[in-house]
């Protein structure tokens, strides 16, 4: 199974900061790579598929770069409705799978 | 909108079964693949099961292989995930995924609210 890992586990920000989170993937994964936000007791709801699109509905201050092993997903300026948990997640092969999450606290 | 609505989780013991079952509405149920993700307490979200909009393919991880069967009737825009032999480790939220293709894309576009399973004597 491809593993992937997400650094930092958690971050502290502040509101209009620019938070950058990273996802390693253990093989050559090409831009298969989806990027989910999570907030509590909520289903986890898709940002960016694939690497660096930008799903329906998600605001611009959201974007994601990479392909091949390393990946990243910023927020350009942090609203207070932005903190949450991010997962990666690859869809290059089977079973897919998510990262361990970077959760973004005040 | 798209809606998708889990239900039959619950308390069961070890060893046990339970019948999940996922119904949708607000799109055409039969351009979509369906999977189950579950994600336990504290923890990351996990593929367990995907169903091909048809029905004729599915696949498993390999932890539930040979005791979870995903299903589904497209008469009733339902999608059934059968669970047996339970143990504590599948412990969770399971939540009903469309995806984005037909079968096998892995992009999970919309998400149910999820149902909790826990296994505990």
């Known amino acids: 199974d491809i593993q992937m890992t997400q650094s930092p586990s958690s971050l502290s920000a502040s509101v209009g900061d620019r938070v950058t989170i990273t996802c390693r993937a253990s093989?050559?994964?090409?831009?298969?790579l989806n990027w989910y936000q999570q907030k509590p007791g909520k289903a986890p709801n898709l940002l960016i598929s694939?690497?660096?699109t930008l799903h329906t509905g998600v605001p611009s201050r959201f974007s994601g770069s990479g392909s091949g092993t390393d990946f990243t997903l910023t927020i350009s300026t942090l609203q207070p409705e932005d903190f949450a948990t991010y997962y990666c997640?690859?869809?290059?092969?089977?079973?897919?799978?998510f990262g361990g999450g970077t959760k973004v606290a005040i | 909108q798209v809606q998708l609505v889990e239900s039959g989780g619950g308390v069961v013991q070890p060893g046990g079964s339970l019948r999940l079952s996922c119904t949708a509405s607000g799109f055409t149920f039969t351009t979509h693949a369906i999977n189950w993700v579950r994600q336990a307490p504290g923890k990351g979200p996990e593929w367990v099961a995907i169903?091909?909009?048809?029905?004729?393919?599915?696949h498993y991880v390999d932890s539930v292989k040979g005791r979870f069967t995903i299903s589904r009737d497209n008469s009733k825009n339902t999608v059934y995930l059968q669970m047996s032999n339970l143990s504590a480790e599948d412990t969770a939220k399971y939540y009903c995924v469309r995806d984005q293709d037909d079968f096998g894309d892995y992009t999970f576009d919309f998400w149910g609210q999820g149902t909790l399973v826990t296994v505990s004597s």
């Open positions: 694939p690497a660096s």
């Open positions: 997640q690859q869809n290059f092969g089977t079973p897919p799978t």
């Open positions: 093989q050559d994964i090409k831009q298969y």
């Open positions: 169903i091909s909009n048809a029905g004729t393919n599915s």
